[in-house]
């Protein structure tokens, strides 16, 4: 049990984390996504965010800024999941809208 007991506190802790993050990018723009949070190791977080108008560097930058609490405890890597990860309604959005 011990063994399990660990991957699930650990889970459940980047459950909260990524809602947190959720929550605090809403601040920031409300139309900022965490399509999905990871850690590679200890002292980093790989976040992935999703937007409606897309993500580039200068949102990326932006959104290390807002969270920079975060850097106190973890090295943080920020970037979008490209266009083959979108979340659906993005996706269905960038399809319907005109070229």
């Given at each position: ?59 990326c ?10 850097l ?28």
């Amino acid at each position: 049990m011990g063994l399990a007991h660990f991957f699930y506190a650990r889970n459940m802790k980047m459950t909260d984390l990524k809602q947190s993050i959720q929550e605090q990018l809403s601040d920031l723009d409300a139309e900022l996504d965490v399509v999905a949070l990871e850690e590679p190791g200890s002292e980093t977080l790989r976040l992935f965010i999703d937007h409606p108008d897309g993500v580039d560097l200068a949102l990326c930058e932006r959104v290390t800024r807002h969270l920079n609490h975060l850097l106190v405890d973890y090295s943080l890597e920020v970037s979008s999941p490209g266009p083959k990860y979108r979340r659906s309604s993005t996706t269905s959005e960038t399809k319907e809208s005109p070229q």
